[in-house]
């Protein structure tokens, strides 16, 4: 496995600073933007005119999250727009493989994102059509929530497939990401670590990230 990547949650910092607070995670591998839409889940955030302007703001590739219906509308314009990464949730549409070439049409990499309750058998086939697999360890909506442990089987399921070679993909986890728990994610073979909270919770944001980067690869 590839170096341990840390992708802070820029839900948790200040959004009226959000070239600061993303400075102040120079060095990180992706910046994960948390997209919602006050309908796939009970809360709103930011849309496409503030990735826009990150996108000129920050030389950190960004890892748009989007927890929004109707995905075949809104994602390919994070990927127009310049987006390294843009993720869909599986529950959110019927057809995820052609939201999943559309992106990549666009340009970006394509990310599948499950529900903490959400099985991972039924989307096996369809992985190899993705480049990422964010695994939610919170039910998506909100930061700063406690990790679910349970998640860490699916994370498993796909480590085997990955290193096996059946699936090239990427595997992401995100939600209660922090000192406390990222040895076991990493242990399950989770690629990617989303923190928001652990990262931008500390008095120094760049020492988190590169303690958590630490911590992860041990
Ligand atoms: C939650 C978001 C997460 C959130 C994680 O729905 O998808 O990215 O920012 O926050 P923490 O790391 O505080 O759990
Ligand atoms: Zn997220």
Not at 9 to 30: M, N, Q, T
Not at 65 to 81: C, K, S, T
Not at 160 to 181: F, H, M, P, R, W
């Amino acid at each position: 496995m590839a170096s341990p990547m840390i992708a802070p949650s820029i839900l948790s910092a200040d959004f009226a600073r959000l070239a600061d607070e993303a400075a102040a995670v120079a060095g990180s591998d992706w910046l994960h933007v948390d997209v919602m839409d006050a309908h796939f889940v009970p809360n709103l955030t930011l849309g496409l005119p503030v990735v826009e302007s990150l996108l000129k703001a920050t030389d950190i590739p960004l890892d748009c999250h989007l927890m929004i219906d109707n995905p075949e509308r809104w994602a390919p314009p994070y990927a127009e727009a310049g987006a390294y990464n843009v993720t869909f949730h599986a529950e959110a549409t019927d057809d995820p493989r052609s939201v999943a070439r559309d992106i990549r049409a666009a340009g970006s990499k394509a990310g599948l994102s499950i529900k903490p309750g959400t099985d991972i058998e039924p989307y096996l086939e369809i992985l190899k059509d993705f480049d990422t697999l964010l695994i939610m360890s919170v039910e998506p909506g909100f930061g700063g929530q406690s990790f679910m442990p349970q998640v860490l089987e699916k994370a498993r399921t796909i480590r085997k497939l990955v290193d096996s070679g059946e699936l090239k993909l990427l595997v992401e986890i995100d939600g209660g990401i922090n000192a406390d728990t990222i040895e076991q994610a990493a242990e399950a073979g989770i690629d990617c670590f989303v923190a928001g909270s652990a990262v931008y919770g500390a008095s120094d944001p760049g020492e988190a990230v590169r303690k958590l980067r630490a911590q992860a690869a041990s």
